[in-house]
């Protein structure tokens, strides 16, 4: 069969271009929708061979496309629309009608594509999932550990697989409460009592608050402002709570009767990997038990500290009432100890899942009706009762919660410290295991620091004082919690580390785009250094820039350190230093007024940073549904992170791959059951579910499913970071269950790259002197051609990370892994 023109260029001599035909079709394909309509499986109507002989052999293979992150629509990555470019650029070039054989990559083979970008896209009020980053660092952090949790562990690494388990889902309970006492921090703290407390003063700065602030308002006394400000973390809750269970049930799926053949060597192969509706089901329970327990906790502890004053004093309040609180408290404080400790358990036994599923909900239900119980008892009429300064109670509550963070953070350390030790992962795992953890410590301090942010700017506009501590005319004495200047001192840090960060990078760029600049003179005979050369090295350089980022990741963590060194202090001493404004200063006195005030300057700087961000997330998110290369930026990060089941924070965006990687399986194994053979083509983070769906397909499948990856992350990204289900050991696995595998990469794809697997006989530890490169093990050529090839005006483009299906090595590995065609039938 002839070429075909080469929309976007040539190709060098040294590499031939094998013969091949267009990648494109004339038909619209026929689309199938799920009842929830998020993730479409398109299929071409294959094409009737009229032209064939009737006894010509016919190929029963299709080639199964799977996209990565940026998605599209399905007639584009189908590339079934009517025109196709034959010459020329994006911006100007050379159409003509599509044929029929433009339907197949390789004449024979029917394509489909896996459309499930809507899974992480579609509506654009989604943008707003990204400000529930925290949360998903969290979830990512627990599937970042360097050993596995396995039912047959003993010893030492069971000890600390169970503690790094429960390291993190204590620290992502610690964020659902943060987030509470956040949001309380406004309502019932600023508004409900420091706001009402004020009276008269508060009426002429927001008369929109006279209804809760007069005097003559039924609302004015300190219980009923509570009771009204409680009314924003109960929304903030009850939207969380609704988000979490739609999603849910959004994303679940019917899994097969046909159970795959699981591996120790492949975690992702076991039967009930991807049902998490048990698990998320009970940490939602237990989460928003705890989240109602704050709200109830910061209406009790007012009232009832006023009434031990109360009895103390022999004042005038119910005799009966300081018992009565008494016991709401105890009852609080067990039903959230209890919720507390469902959270640690590691939920392998399904059947475990179920039981602890129905506890969670009782103890949720029992904290509903204690909160309706601790409202009845805070707005009892107490005479003399008034609200003076901040909020009692929620001051203490946040210190606590920020030495119980610090502590965990080192408790996932050394969980994961031993767990490298005992486990050994394959040598190029990130951090040496410190990844994990790193993760969960960036995760917890952004979340605290948008939860200051937003009491810090929140008090900025209820008060009308500018960002200074002087007073001004007209403005409220609102004063949020000074532990919260912690945070935000330590995020004004993370903006000059980040800004420092960014000019090293830049210099590291810049040195080796230099030293690109002699293997591109080579590579493509260069005798002169042109602006082509530079664009080149330039895109090389930036393709290895991906090495770089467990060096990022600890320079991030250098806030960390101290907090957790004051939580630690705060644990041994028993002092809990509320921040900087009331830390001692071991400053000599004329020097003390001027670093106080540098500190003061810093947290102001650090709660206007901490607004920026938030509102920069919600405009980032979406601008990522409207343009494709903030989609593809966005996305490459988001993809990952949502990747994983919830098994840390139910209340985190929902995992894509539950609701893609069961469907996925459930067409491959109808068509492969039927005698059909599949080539699963995965592109990007496509190429991970495509692996995940060959980990759950059952043993009858082996013979008739092949496997074709390019601008994969499977080992770049998930072998280092997820060491404990990607690596050497489980890629040799999943090469045994696929007739064939081709990996394709590119040296300017920074996502995309070799995949290295364990050779045969190598021991457990997947020493690197044992390891093997599946298939591609040279980089396919980017750009193809250094000059315009004969009929062109342009050179090729640089590609990076972007059509690998349209380079002439993808049809040739298409046609290398595809079983032999049948032989022709003579007679009859």
Same mark, same amino acid.
């Given at each position: ?44 109507p ?68 896996f ?62 409460v ?36 007069a ?27 609704r ?15 046909v ?9 992702l ?8 509706s ?46 009565l ?40 239900d ?36 920020f030495?119980?963070q ?15 030790a ?28 948008f ?96 090495e770089?980022?467990?060096t ?25 230093v ?24 810093? +947290?102001?700087? =650090?709660?206007?940073? $901490?607004? &920026?961000?938030?509102? %920069?997330? @919600? #405009? ?5 549904? !409207? ?51 599949? +080539?699963?083509? =995965?592109?990007?983070? $496509?190429? &991970?579910?495509?692996? %995940?769906? @060959? #980990? ?5 499948? !082996? ?51 070799? +995949? ?73």
């Open positions: 069969m002839p070429d075909t023109p080469e929309p976007s260029g040539s190709y060098e001599p040294e590499h031939p271009r094998p013969a091949s035909p267009s990648l494109s079709a004339t038909r619209a394909p026929a689309v199938r929708r799920s009842p929830v309509d998020t993730a479409v499986t398109t299929v071409v294959p094409v009737a061979p009229t032209a064939e002989p009737r006894s010509a052999p016919v190929r029963n293979c299709v080639e199964l496309r799977v996209h990565g992150v940026s998605g599209g629509q399905a007639e584009e990555l189908l590339d079934v629309e009517p025109a196709m470019r034959v010459g020329g650029d994006r911006l100007a070039g050379f159409f003509r009608w599509r044929r029929e054989p433009d339907t197949q990559s390789v004449p024979g083979v029917r394509r489909e594509i459309a499930w970008g809507n899974l992480t896209s579609g509506s654009s009020t989604r943008a707003f999932w990204l400000l529930l980053l925290p949360f998903m660092m969290l979830n990512v952090a627990y599937w970042m550990r360097p050993g596995r949790m396995d039912r047959g562990q003993t010893g030492v690494r069971r000890a600390a697989s169970i503690a790094y388990g429960a390291g993190v889902r204590l620290l992502a309970l610690s964020l659902t943060l987030i509470t006492l956040a949001s309380a921090g406004i309502g019932m703290d600023l508004v409900g009592w420091q706001c009402a407390g004020l009276g008269e003063t508060c009426v002429q700065a927001r008369p929109w608050l006279s209804f809760l602030a005097p003559s308002s039924p609302l004015s006394a300190p219980g009923w402002g509570l009771l009204v400000g409680a009314v924003l973390p109960a929304a903030v809750i009850v939207v969380l709570w988000l979490s269970r739609r999603t849910a049930a959004d994303y679940e799926v019917v899994t097969g009767p159970p795959p053949d699981h591996s120790e060597d492949a975690p192969s076991h039967p009930d990997f991807w049902r998490n048990e698990i998320m089901a009970r940490l939602r329970s237990a989460h928003i038990a705890l989240a109602v327990g704050t709200v109830a906790a910061l209406l009790l502890v007012p009232a009832f500290q006023y009434d031990l004053s109360a009895r103390g004093g022999g004042s005038a309040a119910e005799p009966g009432l300081w018992w609180g008494t016991l709401l408290a105890l009852l609080l404080a067990t039903v959230a100890a209890a919720s507390t400790a469902s959270v640690l358990v590691p939920g392998l036994d399904p059947r475990w899942n179920a039981r602890a599923d129905r506890f969670c909900r009782v103890l949720r029992t904290m509903l009706v204690l909160v309706f119980a601790v409202a009845l008892y805070t707005v009892w009429p107490r005479p003399g009762w008034v609200a003076e300064g901040r909020l009692p109670g929620s001051g203490t509550m946040l210190n606590t919660l030495a119980i610090g502590a965990l953070v080192l408790m996932l350390l050394v969980a994961a410290l031993v767990l490298f005992v486990d050994r992962p394959h040598e190029r795992t990130a951090m040496r295991g410190l990844a994990g953890p790193s993760t969960a410590a960036l995760g917890t301090l952004l979340g605290g620091g939860s200051a942010a937003l009491v810090y700017q929140g008090s900025l506009w209820l008060s009308g004082c500018g960002p200074v501590s002087a007073p001004e005319a007209g403005c409220l004495a609102l004063s949020p919690p000074t532990a919260y200047s912690w945070l935000q001192l330590a995020f004004a840090f993370e903006a000059v580390i980040v800004l420092a960060v960014v000019a090293v990078l830049a210099l590291r760029l810049r040195g080796a785009v230099r030293a690109q600049l002699p293997e591109v003179t080579s590579l493509y005979s260069r005798s002169v250094r042109d602006r082509r050369t530079w664009d080149i090295a330039r895109a090389r350089a930036a393709g290895r820039m991906t770089v980022l467990p990022v990741l600890a320079a991030l963590l250098l806030p960390v350190v101290p907090l957790v060194g004051l939580a630690l202090y705060s644990i041994i001493s028993g002092n809990l509320a921040g900087p404004v009331d830390a001692p200063m071991a400053v000599a006195g004329e020097f003390q007024g001027a670093v106080q005030s540098a500190l003061d300057a810093l +947290v102001g700087v =650090g709660s206007l940073l $901490g607004g &920026v961000s938030l509102v %920069a997330l @919600v #405009w980032i998110g979406r601008s990522a549904y !409207r343009d494709r290369p903030t989609r593809q930026a966005v996305g490459a990060v988001w993809d990952v992170g949502t990747f994983w089941p919830r098994v840390a924070h139910p209340l985190a965006p929902p995992s894509y791959a539950e609701r893609a990687v069961p469907q996925l399986t459930a067409r491959v194994a109808r068509m492969a059951g039927e005698g059909t053979d599949v +080539v699963l083509s =995965g592109h990007s983070q $496509g190429s &991970v579910l495509a692996a %995940a769906t @060959v #980990w759950q397909l059952p043993r009858s499948c !082996r013979s008739r499913v092949r496997l074709i990856t390019h601008g994969s992350p499977l080992d770049r990204l998930y072998a280092r970071y997820f060491p404990a289900y990607f690596g050497p050991a489980s890629f040799a696995d999943l090469t045994g269950r696929v007739s064939a595998w081709r990996n394709l990469w590119r040296v300017t794809d920074a996502i995309g790259g070799p +995949v290295r697997r364990r050779g045969a006989g190598a021991d457990d530890g997947g020493a690197e002197v044992s390891l093997e490169v599946v298939d591609q093990a040279e980089p396919l050529p980017d750009p193809r051609s250094y000059d315009a090839p004969p009929g062109e005006a342009r050179r090729p483009e640089i590609l990076g990370h972007s059509h690998y299906t349209s380079d002439p090595a993808y049809a040739e590995a298409l046609s290398e892994v595809l079983p032999p065609v049948p032989s022709a039938r003579h007679g009859g």
